[in-house]
């Protein structure tokens, strides 16, 4: 496999439910990222981890629980999630320097998820 | 004022057409700049990089004025393929000495027969 891909494509679960998104990465990059887009919104940066170490949490709740065992993974686990959470989640990678400042980035094609 | 900003749209153009925009950003210590494109309901892909010489790629020409604090992208002989939300990212600097990639809202491009 190749890129970034992301599992799974869709997911439909109720506000009890406790699930989690997959996100791997095959090309080597040091740092992984978790977007959310709503519907109208722009590109809501979620988490950062560089080197799998967690740099940025963007003030999301705690419902969103990130996870990076190691630089190819990253999971997203969700629990009594609210309807307003409905969107698609986008995990992305790209390769960052010393001053992290990174040089592209590379999308999964995201998990489209409803909260019912 | 908004970190990264970028007008809409839609933008309507006829086929062959020649369309800009322009995407402002707030913190002048900013690096790393690059224009996406995000087909309805996909992921965004990167369309191109931006370097403070301006750069080209066919009928794409991006380029940075940092004095100004904008980036924008020119599209040349405008194609229906051509139809997607345009989406500029910037690195923005945060407390500590870190970067974290910001978007834009996207600008949408309508490119008709």
């Known amino acids: 496999e190749t890129g970034v891909t992301q599992t799974p494509r869709h997911l439909v679960m109720g506000m009890t439910n406790k699930k989690s998104l997959k996100c791997e990465q095959h090309l080597g990059h040091n740092a992984m990222y978790w977007y959310k887009q709503s519907a109208k919104k722009p590109l809501e940066l979620m988490f950062v981890y560089n080197f799998k170490e967690q740099t940025e949490n963007n003030s999301v709740p705690s419902r969103f629980s990130p996870e990076c065992p190691n630089s190819s993974h990253l999971f997203l686990h969700l629990h009594t999630l609210q309807p307003e959470d409905s969107a698609l989640y986008l995990c992305a990678s790209s390769q960052v320097d010393i001053y992290q400042v990174a040089y592209g980035y590379t999308f999964g094609s995201g998990t489209r998820l409803t909260v019912v | 004022r908004k970190e990264v900003e970028q007008d809409p749209g839609p933008f309507n153009v006829p086929e062959g057409a020649t369309v800009a925009f322009n995407c402002t950003y707030s913190n002048s210590a900013s690096q790393s700049f690059f224009w996406y494109r995000q087909d309805c309901r996909k992921e965004p892909k990167l369309l191109m990089s931006?370097?403070?010489s301006g750069n080209e790629d066919g009928r794409f020409t991006a380029q940075l004025n940092r004095a100004s604090q904008y980036i924008s992208l020119l599209i040349r002989d405008s194609k229906l393929s051509d139809s997607a939300t345009y989406l500029c990212v910037v690195n923005s600097p945060r407390a500590g000495g870190s970067y974290i990639p910001t978007f834009g809202r996207g600008t949408s491009l309508i490119v008709h027969p």
């Open positions: 931006v370097y403070s």
